[in-house]
């Protein structure tokens, strides 16, 4: 099994690392053409993309390697073959699954140890790289905005590298004082420390505006005209490659391993508590918690010690005497002069204003710091995420490969295409649910293995058990039973003959499968309304002792060796596939599904279509059994 997996699991986890590294390499395209990198700069980001595709590349070619593996065994029949000789399924996939459970346990150390680090030195190459400016090719007829300040137009470019006909725009010091310069040609070169443009211009003139003097009241702008024969700028353009500072990001999320992480979890959790305890109490001390109270009277004597306690006091409105009174505050504000309402409502309105204003800004300090705690624990789960999605992925691949018995290239991929789409949707679903807060962290990194995780419990027991699930003509046969297109019945002549039928008590059990086919037909001519069809659902019909004995006709006639017969024996129906009207098991969930009456509708159109099916299968029971009768009729009159 090893010999025969490990190649495949080598061969697809190479393709699918090709075609994951090409799909970032589409998408970070416009940060990589067109600057001019050496090739050990893409050589180096190009080593790095492949490390961070591994996480992708792994899961999908487990799935392609194990359903490769068993649909070839099942193709050439030795999985069948391994089964008659006593070997289980799962004892097939032992070896497989050991050597899966290390390639899972190494997944776990890849993506604690490893990828922090390659993470950080690609994110950070591609940050220089972003951040570096374009060489320098101007085109012709449209204007070039890649120089900082400047606008470069160029009608024509000669095979020398002479610029024709230029028109430059340079707005550095402002629009106020914009510099436009037009040259019949002009060269363009960079300095040898490549942090200058040099811009040679032959035979132009050049126009600025100056600063307009306000003194003289006239609405005329000056500006300074040159005309030039010979010209050179020195533009200031950083056409040199600078790595950038990886610090910055090794204290990200993205840099740090499963330790580093918990520990920054653990201050961000207690900075957060602290943030939130702080705002929560401030809300408290701004609302009305107190009641107000009025002054005491000035008749009242206190003690020292009442004394004391108010003049240590800082609340003007607390209780400094038993003798209080509530002031009904609306009183208070309504025999204020409505001038005085007015001023008292613009104060309010004013504090009110200035504390939502402050807690709109604590709001957005409090939601960053909880959207970096969110993306710690979104990357402390996504450590163990890989290594179980591995282990789902071969569980499920492998009964999939059991089932469908189909090796190469052709069905293992399609299969494994729409698996792997449909874990990579639902896990970026869980992840951009966690990541907003929406979930917790935990439900939203684990969603995709809660959803496929009984997937490969169930393929691997349907496989087990060899199962026909992923057979397509289980499915074909469900869709012509249901529209009246069963299979037909085969008979054919035995080469020898062990016992004969006994023709003269055929003719009496044809008879009496006649009399049934009759009597069933009399009792079920009236349709059956809604009610009584679920009042007697379930219940065992008369249908099932007609199948029964003509299946014992049919057992004893195909020992004949008349072929009229035979053929004849072939157009009897199979009466097995009415499932809606032979379910017995369900005869006590009749009522209560009649009950339901939007749902019982499709059940009860079904099972009278399956009704009229029947009936007409009764009717050829009952002309075959004519035709029949007279056949062994003819044929042992002479006998007799």
């Not at 199948?547 to 060796?561: A, P, R, T, Y």
Request: proline residues 4%; glycine residues 6%.
């Amino acid at each position: 099994m090893l010999q025969t997996f490990l190649p495949l699991f080598v061969m697809t986890f190479g393709i699918c690392l090709f075609i994951v590294l090409m799909q970032f390499i589409w998408r970070y395209i416009d940060d990589m053409v067109g600057k001019g990198f050496d090739m050990a700069v893409l050589g180096e980001m190009l080593f790095y993309a492949a490390i961070f595709s591994v996480p992708m590349a792994l899961p999908l070619s487990i799935l392609l390697a194990s359903l490769m593996t068993f649909g070839n065994l099942g193709e050439r029949l030795e999985l069948l073959a391994m089964k008659s000789a006593g070997v289980s399924l799962l004892r097939i996939m032992r070896p497989l699954i050991i050597l899966i459970s290390f390639i899972s346990v190494g997944a776990f150390f890849f993506q604690n140890n490893i990828m922090p680090i390659a993470q950080v030195k690609l994110y950070s190459l591609l940050y220089s790289m972003r951040q570096k400016s374009p060489e320098l090719n101007i085109p012709e007829g449209v204007f070039y905005k890649d120089i900082p300040d400047y606008n470069v137009y160029v009608r024509e470019k000669d095979k020398s590298g002479l610029l024709k006909n230029l028109m430059i725009y340079n707005y550095s010091q402002g629009f106020e004082k914009i510099d436009v310069t037009v040259a019949d040609s002009g060269r363009l070169k960079a300095s040898a420390d490549k942090l200058f443009l040099v811009l040679t211009l032959y035979n132009g003139e050049s126009f600025q505006n100056m600063p307009q003097d306000n003194k003289r009241g006239n609405d005329v702008v000056p500006y300074r005209r040159e005309s030039f024969t010979t010209k050179e700028l020195l533009i200031e353009f950083d056409a040199n490659f600078t790595r950038t500072d990886e610090s910055f990001l090794q204290n990200n999320f993205m840099g740090k391993n499963l330790e580093n992480l918990q520990l920054s979890i653990d201050s961000m959790s207690l900075r957060l508590d602290s943030i939130r305890n702080l705002n929560s109490s401030a809300v408290v001390e701004q609302s009305y918690r107190k009641s107000f109270t009025s002054r005491p009277q000035p008749d009242v004597q206190l003690s020292s010690e009442e004394q004391l306690q108010n003049k240590n006091t800082d609340n003007s409105w607390a209780l400094i005497s038993n003798d209080t009174r509530t002031i009904d505050i609306d009183s208070l504000f309504m025999a204020e002069t409505p001038s005085s309402r007015a001023a008292i409502l613009g104060r309010v309105k004013s504090s009110i204003d200035n504390i939502k204003s402050e807690y709109y800004f604590k709001s957005f300090s409090f939601a960053d710091e909880a959207y970096k705690l969110r993306r710690h624990n979104t990357e402390w789960h996504t450590k163990f995420t890989l290594s179980f999605s591995c282990l789902i992925f071969f569980f499920i691949g492998a009964p999939i490969g059991a089932i469908i018995r189909k090796g190469g290239l052709g069905t293992p991929v399609v299969i494994s295409i729409f698996l792997f789409i449909f874990y990579y949707m639902v896990n970026n679903i869980g992840l951009k649910m966690a990541r907003d807060g929406v979930w917790p962290e935990w439900e939203g990194m684990w969603l995709s293995s809660f959803v496929l995780a009984p997937m490969g419990i169930f393929l691997t027991y349907k496989a087990v058990n060899d199962s026909t699930i992923m057979n397509a003509d289980t499915y074909i046969n469900a869709i012509k039973n249901l529209f009246g297109k069963r299979a037909t019945r085969k008979v054919e002549r035995k080469e020898v003959i062990i016992f004969d039928p006994d023709y003269p008590s055929l003719v009496g059990k044809l008879s009496e499968l006649n009399s049934l086919s009759s009597a069933y037909l009399d009792v079920n001519k009236k349709r059956v309304n809604y009610v009584k069809f679920w009042m007697r659902f379930g219940k065992k019909n008369q249908f099932s002792e007609i199948s029964e004995k003509m299946e014992l006709i049919v057992e004893e006639l195909s020992n004949s060796d008349q072929n009229l017969i035979l053929n004849k024996l072939m157009d009897l129906p199979f009466l097995n596939g009415y499932n809606l009207l032979s379910a017995n098991k369900l005869s006590k969930a009749g009522p209560v599904i009649g009950l339901l009456f939007p749902l019982g509708i499709p059940l009860y159109l079904g099972a009278t279509y399956q009704r009229n099916l029947l009936l007409h299968d009764i009717k050829t029971i009952k002309r075959v059994c004519s035709e029949l009768d007279e056949m062994i009729v003819k044929l042992i009159s002479p006998i007799s």
